[in-house]
C-alpha cells in the first residue's frame, strides 16, 4: 500500500441495501431500494452494493433498475464522479453473470464476489481443500473480470482465517484481476489490536498488495465494529464497508455515520480524508429509519435523538455559556438543525422551502409534486397548532409525503429475469420509463369512529376508489380498540386479508398538538416459504417477516393518531394492491449471505 505520507481518500461502500437489509424482518422494495439509493448518492457515498441478483428476478429487477436510474445521477456530487453500482456473487459463474447483467448499465459498476478461508468454513460448509479454494478464487475472479474491470473480492470470515493462507488467497485475487480486497469480521469476533494487525499484515506480506485497495468489513456482534474499522483505517484500509444506522443481520454492521464523524472530528488521528456531506446525515438516518422499519435508539451515536440533548444541570450551563464544553460535534454539521428560524401558519413557500433545505430535503430530495404536498400539510398543521412547527414535525411531514407518493405503485416495466439475449436486453432498457408513479387507489374520504371505556370500539369508513370512480362504505368492530377496528373496515372493503407486521407511533415534538407519526409495515395473510407438508407450524406473521412474502409500509402524520394511523395502514394498502407479483423479492433465507 502507499504509504502515509499525505492523507488519502476514504473510499465509502455503502451495503445498506445488501448487508443492511438482511436484518431481521427487514425487506424493501423495489421502490424504497430506489428511493434509499438516490439519498446515498446525495450523501457522497462512493459505492452501493445495490443488492445480491441472482436470488431472484425481484431482486435483479431492484439492482437493475438502481443501476440504470441511480447510477447516473450527479445532484449534489460535487467533485465527485456518479456513484460505482456493485452487486454480490458467489463464487460461482451462474451468480457473477447475473450480478453482471443486473449493473452493467450503470457508468461506474463493480462485481463484488466472495468465498470463504476459514478452515471451519472449508472444512464444514465448502467441503474442500485449501488449495481447491485457491483454484475456485482464481477461476472465478478471472471469469468476472472477463466481464467488468472492476472487482472485489471477499474471503468470508477472514477474520479467522489462518493469516498466512489468507495471504496466499488474496495473493491469487489479485493476479485474477481483483482491485480491492475486503477483509470481512463475518461473526464480529475480533479485537480492534487483532483486526488492524490483520490489515496491516495482509497489506505487507500479501503479493501484489500495492495494486489494490484493501477494505473493511465488520460486524457488531461485540460492539466493536467502529473501533475495528477505524482500527483497520489506522493500518492501511483505505474503504470502509458500513450500513446507515448501522443495521444489518444479528447486532448489525459498522455505522456509517459514526466512522465518517470519527475521521471528521479527529483529522488529525487518521491518514484519510471523506467527503461525505455529513449534513445530510440526520435526514438519511430518519429515511432508512422509515423505510426498513428498524427504529434508531434514542442514545445512537450521531442521529440518535438524544445525541445533542443535555438534562444534566451542570451539562445545560456548560452548553449556554459555551457549546465546546460539552459538544465534540456541531448538531448542524449531522443534520441537526438549531436555527431560530420558526414556521408558523403566516410562513409562506420560501421560507417552508429554505427550512426544508436546512434540513437536508433540498434540491432533488423531493420532487415538484412532493414539495407541493408538504406545503399543503404543513399549512394545514400550521393552522391547527398552536406552537409553532418544529423541526420534528418537518421530518414527519416530509417522511408522510414520500410514503403516500410511492403508494401508487411505479409505471415502470419489470425486467422479471437477467436479459438472455442482446435483443432482450435492449427491449428490457426501452421498456424503462421514468414516469411518475401512479395515482393510489383508495383514498380516505370520511372516517368516524366511536369508541370509549366500556363500550365496543366502531369504525366507520368511507373511502374513494379511483379505478372503479366511486365511494365505498363499510363498518367493522373490533375487541382490541378504534385502530383495529379502522383496519377492519378498510380491509372489508378493499376485500384482501391483511397482517399487520409492525406498528409503531411517536410524537415529533411536545405538548398536546403534536403530530403523532405511525408507520405501519403490512402483508398478504397466510403466506410461507415451506413447502407444503414440510412439518414447520409458524404462524403467519413470522413467516411474513422472514419469508418472501412482500411487504408494504407506510408512514402518515396527524394531530389525530387514530387519523394518521387510518392513512399511514392506507398507504401501505395502496402499495400492496399496486404490486406486481413480478417484482416480488427472495426470501430473507435466500437472501442471506454470510460476509
Known amino acids: 500500500m502507499s504509504t502515509f505520507n499525505s492523507k488519502q481518500k476514504l473510499i465509502i461502500f455503502d451495503t445498506t441495501l445488501r448487508d443492511g437489509e438482511q436484518s431481521p424482518g427487514v425487506t424493501l422494495n423495489t421502490e424504497e431500494k430506489i428511493e434509499i439509493a438516490r439519498q446515498l448518492s446525495r450523501l457522497g457515498v462512493d459505492i452501493i452494493e445495490a443488492g445480491f441478483p441472482v436470488a431472484s428476478p425481484g431482486d435483479f429487477n431492484a439492482v437493475q433498475r438502481i443501476a440504470r436510474e441511480v447510477g447516473p445521477l450527479m445532484e449534489g456530487r460535487d467533485g465527485l464522479q456518479p456513484m460505482v453500482i456493485c452487486g454480490l456473487a458467489r463464487s460461482v459463474e451462474k451468480d457473477i453473470q447475473t450480478a453482471y447483467e443486473a449493473i452493467k448499465d450503470a457508468p461506474r459498476h463493480r462485481i463484488h464476489v466472495f468465498l470463504a478461508t476459514s478452515d471451519i468454513h472449508l472444512e464444514h460448509k465448502l467441503k474442500i481443500t485449501r488449495e481447491q479454494c485457491k483454484a475456485r478464487i482464481a477461476e472465478m475472479v478471472r471469469f468476472a473480470k472477463s466481464l467488468c474491470d472492476d472487482i472485489e473480492f471477499s474471503p468470508e470470515d477472514a477474520g479467522r482465517s489462518d493469516p498466512e493462507f489468507l495471504c496466499e488467497a488474496l495473493a491469487v485475487a489479485i493476479e485474477a484481476g481483483a482491485t480491492t480486497l475486503n477483509i470481512p469480521d463475518t461473526v464480529g469476533y475480533t479485537t480492534p489490536q487483532e483486526y488492524g494487525a490483520l490489515i496491516k499484515h495482509l497489506c505487507q506480506n500479501t503479493g501484489g498488495a500495492d495494486k489494490v485497495v484493501f477494505s473493511t468489513h465488520c460486524h457488531n456482534d461485540l460492539g466493536l465494529a467502529t473501533a475495528n474499522t477505524l482500527a483497520g483505517i489506522s493500518n ?11 443495521i444489518g443481520e444479528r447486532a448489525g454492521n459498522t455505522s456509517l455515520e459514526e466512522v465518517v464523524m470519527n475521521v471528521h472530528t479527529h483529522p488529525d488521528a487518521y491518514p484519510v480524508y471523506h467527503t461525505i ?39 445545560q450551563d456548560g452548553v449556554l455559556k459555551n457549546k465546546q464544553t460539552y459538544e465534540i460535534i456541531r448538531p ?197 416459504d415451506s413447502p407444503v407438508g414440510s412439518g414447520q407450524e409458524e404462524d403467519s406473521a413470522a413467516l411474513a417477516s422472514y419469508g418472501s412474502v412482500p411487504k408494504f409500509s407506510g408512514v402518515a402524520a396527524n394531530v389525530d393518531i387514530i387519523a394518521a394511523s387510518a392513512n399511514a395502514y392506507l398507504t401501505a394498502v395502496n402499495r400492496l394492491v399496486s404490486h406486481d407479483e413480478a417484482n416480488n423479492r427472495a426470501s430473507h433465507k435466500q437472501r442471506n449471505v454470510e460476509i
Do not use: C, W
Request: net charge negative; no cysteine; glycine share 10%.
Open 277 to 315: 456531506n455529513t449534513r445530510l446525515f440526520y435526514s438519511t438516518s430518519r429515511m432508512v429509519e422509515d423505510l426498513s422499519g428498524m427504529a434508531v435508539q434514542a442514545n445512537k451515536a450521531i442521529v440518535g435523538r438524544n445525541a445533542f440533548l443535555h438534562e444534566s444541570g451542570i451539562h
Open 236 to 246: 492501511g484500509a483505505r474503504q470502509v464497508e458500513v450500513t446507515i444506522n448501522g
Open 332 to 528: 448542524e454539521d449531522v443534520g441537526v438543525t438549531t436555527g431560530n428560524l420558526a414556521l408558523g401558519k403566516h410562513s409562506g413557500r420560501h421560507a417552508f422551502k429554505t427550512k426544508l433545505e436546512e434540513l437536508g430535503y433540498g434540491g432533488a430530495a423531493l420532487s415538484d409534486a412532493q414539495f407541493q404536498a408538504a406545503f399543503a400539510k404543513f399549512k394545514d398543521l400550521a393552522d391547527s397548532k398552536k406552537t409553532g412547527v418544529t423541526d420534528g414535525d418537518m421530518h414527519a411531514l416530509v417522511a408522510d409525503v414520500r410514503s403516500s407518493s410511492m403508494a401508487g405503485g411505479s409505471s415502470q416495466s419489470v425486467t422479471p429475469a437477467p436479459p438472455a439475449t442482446a435483443a432482450a436486453a435492449a427491449a428490457a432498457e426501452e421498456a424503462i420509463s421514468n414516469d411518475e408513479a401512479a395515482a393510489a387507489r383508495y383514498t380516505l374520504k370520511h372516517m368516524q369512529v366511536f369508541t370509549g371505556v366500556g363500550v365496543t370500539p366502531t369504525a366507520t369508513v368511507t373511502l374513494h376508489d379511483a379505478q372503479q370512480g366511486i365511494e365505498l362504505v363499510d363498518v367493522a368492530i373490533a375487541k382490541n380498540g378504534p385502530i383495529e377496528a379502522t383496519y377492519s373496515a378498510i380491509q372489508r372493503i378493499v376485500g384482501i386479508d391483511i397482517e399487520l407486521l409492525n406498528f409503531s407511533i411517536s410524537a415529533t415534538s411536545s405538548g398536546q398538538d403534536t403530530l403523532g407519526k405511525v408507520s405501519v409495515r403490512i402483508a398478504r395473510s397466510g403466506g410461507a
